[in-house]
């Protein structure tokens, strides 16, 4: 790697925003897995609790930059379109 003073400060900047991403993307993909949980045990209660938090989480990926608005939205389209279809269902 190059010795400039520029380099090495973007490099550890990048290895900071690298960690805070993946935390974030963690968080996330563990909220849509208690989600789908809630929907396979058809906790109605739970489901919609489950999709508030998967959604808030989802807009603050997006706001600050860690996910795509087009992934967020997809992600959280198929989460609402599985519990629609257990509402739905008597």
Known sequence: M?????????????????????????????????????????????ISAQLKDVDRALGKAVSRGILKSNTASRWLSRLARSAYRLATTP
């Open 2 to 46: 190059a010795v400039h003073p520029s380099v090495i400060k973007r490099h550890q900047q990048s290895l900071k925003k690298r960690v805070r991403n993946q935390e974030a993307k963690s968080r996330i993909r563990t909220l849509i897995k208690k989600a789908r949980k809630a929907i396979e045990l058809k906790d109605r209660a739970g």
